[in-house]
Each structure stands twice: as structure tokens, then as C-alpha cells.
């Protein structure tokens, strides 16, 4: 069964840095595209960003290119989003993904984790 545990959220000034991390047990994580999506208060989950089992490919939604970079250590089974330059509109709750279909949107990969809280203040 697929269990996964993000950590690093917090509360940050625009412009700061997060490094978000989840750490995957129960399945055999380098066979698994990953991904990060997130949720504020009232809106739909947005996709952020995906990463394919090997790392070697990425895509990024419009509005954190440039800005965070996703990447995995399949020998240590985490997953990783670097978050620079901050936004208030960064704020929300802050989920990891799993799901062999590289194709799908990352809101609907097939598990995620409990999530960690991002609050970027202006």
C-alpha cells in the first residue's frame, strides 16, 4: 500500500525559500511517476509539477516555472520541491503524488500524502 509523508511546509515572507520533501514506503518507489499538487482554501487542487520514475523528465505548471524545481532520490524513496521566490499566491496545503501514468494530471494521481502546510505572506 502506498504511504507517503511531505514535511517542510511553514510560513514564509514573499520572496523566501521552502524545500518540501515526502518520503514513499509500501510500493516500490522508483516504478512510480510522482508529483506535487496543492490546495488552497476554496479552490480546486492545482498540479504543480511531476517528475517521471527515473527523474528525467519534469513538467511544471505556468505559474512556478522558473521558480521550484521537483527532483527524487530513488535510493533514498523521497521526493523533493525546491520552492524559491515565493509568492503569496504559493500559499495553500501542499500534497506529494504517486501513480504509474505519467500522462495524468498530477490532481488525479491515484495517491497522495496527508500534506504540509506552505503560507507565503506579502
Known amino acids: 500500500q502506498v504511504q507517503l509523508v511531505e514535511s517542510g511546509g511553514g510560513s514564509v515572507q514573499a520572496g523566501g525559500s521552502l524545500r518540501l520533501s515526502c518520503v514513499a514506503s509500501?510500493?516500490?518507489?522508483?516504478?512510480?511517476?510522482m508529483g506535487w499538487f496543492r490546495q488552497a482554501p476554496g479552490k480546486e487542487r492545482e498540479g504543480v509539477a511531476k517528475?517521471?520514475?527515473?527523474?528525467?523528465?519534469?513538467v511544471y505548471a505556468d505559474s512556478v516555472k522558473g521558480r521550484f524545481t521537483i527532483s527524487r532520490d530513488n535510493a533514498k524513496n523521497t521526493l523533493y520541491l525546491q520552492m524559491n521566490s515565493l509568492k503569496p499566491e504559493d500559499t495553500g496545503m501542499y500534497y506529494c503524488?504517486?501513480?504509474?501514468?505519467?500522462?495524468?494530471?498530477?490532481?488525479?494521481?491515484?495517491?497522495w500524502g496527508q500534506g504540509t502546510q506552505v503560507i507565503v505572506s506579502s
Open positions: 503524488a504517486a501513480d504509474r501514468a505519467f500522462g495524468k494530471r498530477v490532481a488525479d494521481f491515484g495517491s
Open positions: 509500501g510500493y516500490t518507489y522508483s516504478s512510480y511517476c
Open positions: 517528475i517521471t520514475s527515473d527523474g528525467g523528465f519534469t
